[in-house]
Structure formats: structure tokens, C-alpha cells
């Protein structure tokens, strides 16, 4: 997987996961990769800084991509100042009351299954093959796993899903 920074003729910001450069390349030449603030398929990617590993520090990995459906934003939108901001200012946002509804109900199924599910941490992927392939009893079980292994997994059929992550967790 990779992630882009990607801009659009309008100067929105945004970034989107690919499978590959070359799927990135496909996507846009079908005009399948869309501005989420203003629908533009008129998209490129930005500059990027490169991600660069430390060997000093353990590195976490970011959770598994979701692939979200494209919706173009309503008629009373607003554009988003492109990133980045500048120094000591935060993106702000009005939500609406069905925004606050989602976001509630998504904060009560991570909490559900963080309450409910066993925490088995970076041993998730082996967790979840051995009961997918019968070698241990199925239960509910929750942890990490670095886009490969989910990309792994997905490929071997083993069914999971990513717990939401809300915009407040990153703060």
C-alpha cells in the first residue's frame, strides 16, 4: 500500500491510500480519484516529504487503510484551506447533527468491541489465521496490524475489519 498527497485544480489537499503507483496511475486516467471537498477529478499528487525509517526508535504501524466510497460534498460546502497550515493554527469544522449521530454511533461499536473482544495486540494476523484455519477456537479478538499483513489476510479470505477511528482519538 501507499499513501499520496494529492491535490486538485481548486488547491484542495488531500491524501488516499493505493495499492501501487500503478494503481494510482489507472485511477486517475479513469477519472476515479476525486477531490472529497469539491468532487474534482482534476487531481495530482503534491509534494511529499519521505517517510523515513529510524532505527533508534521501534516504528508503530499506521492502521489498515479503509476504502471509502467517494461522495461529493453538499452544495453549501465550504472549501478547506489547503495543507499545510501554518504554524499554531488547527483545521476547524462545523458538524452536523447526523455527523454527531455517526460519530456516536461508531465511538459505541469501537467501544463495544474493545470491551467485548479480546486485545491480543501485534499478534492479531496469527491470532486470526489460526482460528480462520481451525487451529484454535473462534472468539472475538481485537489488536494491530501493518497494512501488509491486512493486505495478506484480505487475500487469504480471513474476515475483520478496521475499528473506526474517530477525528477527537488523533488529538
Not at 471537498?37 to 495530482?44: A, E, P, Q
Not at 499554531?88 to 470491551?115: C, F, N, W, Y
Request: some cysteine.
Amino acid at each position: 500500500m501507499i499513501r499520496y498527497a494529492l491535490v486538485c485544480a481548486d488547491g484542495h489537499a488531500f491524501e488516499s491510500w493505493f495499492a501501487n503507483s500503478t494503481a494510482f496511475d489507472k485511477q486517475q486516467k479513469r477519472r476515479l480519484v476525486s477531490c472529497p471537498v469539491c468532487g474534482s477529478t482534476k487531481v495530482g499528487k503534491a509534494i511529499m516529504a519521505p517517510r523515513l525509517a529510524r532505527s533508534d526508535v521501534a516504528e508503530v504501524a499506521p492502521p489498515a487503510p479503509q476504502p471509502a466510497a467517494p461522495q461529493p460534498p453538499p452544495a453549501s460546502a465550504s472549501p478547506v484551506p489547503p495543507l499545510p497550515l501554518p504554524p499554531g493554527k488547527s483545521a476547524v469544522a462545523m458538524t452536523s447533527p447526523q455527523e454527531r449521530e455517526l460519530r456516536k454511533k461508531l465511538k459505541e461499536l469501537r467501544d463495544h468491541v474493545t470491551k467485548n473482544a479480546h486485545y491480543v495486540g501485534p499478534q492479531f494476523p496469527e491470532q486470526a489465521r489460526k482460528m480462520h484455519y481451525g487451529e484454535i477456537e473462534h472468539r472475538s479478538i481485537y489488536g494491530e496490524a501493518s497494512p501488509d499483513q491486512a493486505k495478506a489476510m484480505r487475500e487469504e479470505g480471513i474476515e475483520f475489519h478496521p475499528l473506526p477511528v474517530l477525528p477527537e482519538d488523533r488529538n
